[in-house]
């Protein structure tokens, strides 16, 4: 892969600047996917469960969500992917002050959703995110067409996008025993705080770029390991 230079964060800071309340946004889907589901459980009766806490969220000032992602940026500033990172992430969540008592009710009151419902909202909470992530790709696309940006550091950030939306498709076709306890949770918010920790220069161009291969290879494996399952279960049928 090419080795892009990444000098002054310009264009990645002007996309994600304007996009800042996206991506904290597309953090509460995955850490708390009821939040996605919001509208669904209004549908079904069901959205005075977590109203209240939702609405805590979402009245969020722009200071303290500076402050929140900020705090969890440090976590993966530095770091590759590894299972201990969501208990480090829980542990700054119950430290802080302005979110710990409306994450912890959101994740206890999610016991009281149906199965089938639970699985709706997984995937309604995925779709969101993605949509918030076709709209940072199209602004991306946009300033390549712009005069004087350097087009090598939108690719690489559009890249690093286009990974985590294939991360996205394939949980979307994971039933409801594998996608409520599948990795891939992890993996999506730990990409979603090294992109705002790259945005924060907590992370180096060649981090950055480390962070991007190794993005494409567990994709390949996983696309890989899809279709040698695919040709073993052909074989089994002829």
């Given amino acids: 892969m090419e080795n892009y230079r990444i000098d002054g964060y310009g264009p990645v800071n002007s996309i994600l600047d304007s996009f800042s309340t996206d991506m904290f946004d597309g953090m509460t889907f995955i850490m708390r ?25 979402s009245n969020l000032d722009f200071e303290t969500r500076e402050k929140i992602l900020d705090l969890f940026t440090d976590i993966v500033a530095g ?5 201990d990172f969501i208990d480090e992430l829980e542990g700054k969540v119950s430290e802080l002050d302005e979110i710990k008592d ?3 009710e959101l994740e206890h009151k999610r016991l009281n959703i149906e199965q089938k419902q639970m699985h709706h909202i997984l995937k309604l909470s995925l779709r969101k995110l993605n949509g918030r992530i076709v709209s940072i790709r199209d602004e991306i696309n946009s300033g390549m067409w712009e005069d004087g940006e350097d087009i090598g550091q939108l690719l690489l950030l559009d890249q690093v996008f286009y990974l ?15 996608l409520d306890n599948s990795n891939i949770w992890n993996k999506l918010i730990f990409s979603l705080l090294y992109i705002e920790a790259f945005h924060r220069k907590k992370v180096s161009d ?33």
């Fill in 164 to 178: 985590i939306q294939e991360m996205i498709k394939e949980a979307l076709d994971l039933p409801l025993n594998k």
């Fill in 33 to 57: 996917p009821v939040v996605g589901g919001i509208d669904y459980l209004r549908s079904m009766h069901q959205s005075y469960l977590f109203k209240k806490e939702i609405n805590k969220i």
């Fill in 206 to 238: 060649l981090d950055f770029q480390n962070f991007l291969s190794g993005l494409s290879l567990y994709n390949y494996k996983k696309i890989r390991g899809i279709k040698d399952n695919d040709a073993v279960f052909e074989a089994i049928v002829i």
């Fill in 79 to 83: 770091k590759l992917f590894d299972e």
């Fill in 102 to 104: 409306v994450f912890k």
